[in-house]
């Protein structure tokens, strides 16, 4: 079979394309240019795309790189600095796993006559019987502690079908040791963590400072509106937030309950005001059929799973906790899990 794997030059996506070697596929390594800007962090600075052309080498298969700055820009970059603007809290690397690692480099497959394409995430695709059907789902990946199941929960059917995960059934541990006997020069390349567009030095406020103007904001008691401080960036306040809101230290400890951004206010108040019943979630692309009833419901991307029932509405679903959760901030992910926290249903956006 003619696969072509997303080499992020580091050593998960170097493994899965040794795996896929060893498995007589053939195989052509491809990196993307995603994020034309400074860069320290992620999979697009210029050092990853010289370990993935090594690697390549390495392995002694083509290599390709793919320029497709102008697409992150569009479904990535703009996105992430509305969403600031406007109150949310965005999953930027979810948007980039939509939009090009998945969407993208399959409509770049199909024009080049490849049978599937592979990446390197820690997660699993599986065939199960639904109701008489047989449908794709992805499944948690074999290591929990590198589950990226999350990330990758918005693969319809079509995508599904033609997507290989070589390393999903591996630990981490055992990856580094498969890219160390190979001598892979990624074999212990530290994993990525950060938003690959956002630098070490200026962090988010400087990134978003210069792309949108930032407005200062009262913070008040949750419960009697007592002016309580103030914070100089609205758009850098999400909910949860405990520290950077403009508060003195020694008091009790007060968490953002709520952003209200006609208003220019943050609400604070004790954690206790965070849990809630139920939420509303929107935008969801199911795995394959929408789904009621009982469900496991995981809401960040290490985050536990907690048991929910959903009930479908005009737009989407509500979530109704079997316990009160935490409440999500708008804009977050939220991953749908079967009862036995091993399969996806599907996902939607907090609302």
């Known amino acids: 079979m003619k696969v072509l794997v997303a080499l992020s030059g580091g050593v998960d996506s170097s493994v899965a394309a040794a795996e896929l070697l060893r498995d007589g596929h053939e195989v052509v390594g491809?990196?993307?240019?995603?994020?034309?800007?400074?860069?320290?962090?992620?999979?697009?600075?210029?050092?990853d795309v010289d370990d993935a052309r090594r690697v390549a080498q390495q392995l002694g298969i083509d290599h390709l790189v793919f320029n497709f700055t102008d697409d992150f820009h569009e479904h990535v970059v703009e996105p992430y600095v509305a969403a600031h603007r406007d109150g949310l809290t965005p999953n930027p690397c979810i948007e980039c796993n939509r939009h090009l690692k998945f969407h993208r480099l399959s409509e770049r497959a199909d024009l080049l006559g490849f049978d599937a394409v592979a990446t390197g995430h820690h997660a699993r695709i599986v065939q199960r019987e639904v109701d008489g059907d047989t449908a794709w789902f992805v499944a948690r990946g074999e290591d929990a502690a590198k589950d990226q199941s999350y990330v990758v929960h918005m693969l319809p059917q079509r995508e599904l079908a033609r997507t290989l995960f070589p390393i999903g059934a591996m630990t981490k541990a055992q990856v580094r040791e498969r890219a160390t006997a190979l001598g892979l020069r990624t074999a212990a390349k530290p994993d990525s963590q950060d938003v690959c567009f956002i630098t070490h030095d200026g962090g988010r406020t400087a990134f978003l400072g210069s792309r949108i103007p930032f407005r200062r904001a009262a913070v008040v008691d949750a419960l009697d509106g007592t002016p309580l401080g103030e914070v100089e960036s609205l758009e850098m306040v999400t909910l949860g937030q405990r520290r950077g809101i403009g508060l003195p230290g020694g008091g009790p400890k007060r968490y953002v309950v709520d952003i209200d951004h006609a208003a220019a206010t943050v609400l604070v108040g004790d954690e206790s005001l965070l849990f809630v019943d139920a939420m509303q979630v929107h935008g969801?692309?199911?795995?394959?059929?929408?789904?009621e009833g009982?469900?496991?419901?995981?809401?960040?991307?290490?985050?536990?799973?907690?048991?929910?029932?959903?009930?479908?509405?005009a737009d989407g679903v509500t979530v109704q906790w079997a316990e009160p959760q935490r409440r999500v901030a708008p804009g977050q992910s939220v991953v749908f899990y079967d009862t036995t926290d091993t399969f996806v249903y599907g996902g939607g956006t907090a609302g």
Do not use: F, Y
């Not at 800007?37 to 600075?45: A, E, I, R, Y």
């Not at 009982?294 to 509405?313: F, I, N, Y």
């Open 30 to 47: 491809i990196t993307m240019r995603l994020w034309g800007g400074d860069s320290d962090t992620g999979c697009c600075s210029v050092a």
């Open 284 to 291: 969801i692309v199911w795995a394959h059929r929408p789904v």
């Open 294 to 313: 009982e469900v496991l419901v995981q809401c960040s991307a290490h985050g536990a799973t907690a048991a929910a029932t959903l009930t479908p509405t």
